[in-house]
């Protein structure tokens, strides 16, 4: 599975990975209230969008039993959850990551994830296209910019904070 089909998954999604994780091979019923799932107060619409996209990724597989659509985890989903979350390791040098980009209005879908991206991963917005960090640059942050073809928009600054007297 390609990073890009990784990354586009929705956080819902992950939920009902881990949902189906939990209870394995068993199959399990979700219960509608009006306009909504029980689970998570996730929209019903939501939820087929996110069953639907981890479908088509690979990642769960759709069985019809007795009428009913059961759901299983594939082994590629699996190994997906499997998956290790980003190491981050604090600078010890005093020294913080500071990222700068500018990146074109034609490009707003790709600055929002990077943006997206960075908060999730330890970055704080320090102005609108400005972020620091107290942990070391990883190689992910790097292979977003590339495949999201923005690499030649962003600076990446080593910086020590000093008080101004």
């Given at each position: 599975m390609r990073k890009e089909t990784k990354r586009k998954l929705t956080e819902a999604g992950k939920v009902l990975l881990e949902i189906g994780s939990d209870l394995g091979e068993l199959s399990y019923r979700i219960v509608f209230e009006p306009y909504r799932l029980s689970i998570h107060n996730m929209h019903v619409p939501t939820y087929?969008?996110?069953i639907h996209s981890?479908?088509?990724n690979g990642l769960i597989k759709k069985r019809k039993v007795s009428g009913r659509s059961n759901y299983r985890i594939t082994e590629a989903g699996k190994k997906m959850l499997r998956a290790r979350p980003i190491q981050k390791k604090r600078r010890v040098d005093g020294y913080s990551t500071l990222i700068i980009f500018d990146i074109p209005e034609e490009k707003s879908k790709a600055r929002t994830s990077f943006r997206r991206y960075l908060i999730k991963n330890g970055y704080a917005q320090f102005q609108k296209s400005t972020?620091?960090?107290?942990?070391?640059?990883?190689?992910?942050?790097?292979?977003?910019?590339?495949?999201?073809?923005?690499?030649?928009?962003?600076?990446?600054?080593?910086?020590?904070?000093?008080p101004v007297n």
């Open positions: 087929y969008r996110n981890l479908e088509k972020f620091i960090s107290p942990y070391e640059l990883t190689e992910d942050i790097l292979d977003l910019a590339r495949e999201l073809r923005i690499i030649s928009c962003i600076n990446i600054f080593y910086a020590k904070l000093r």
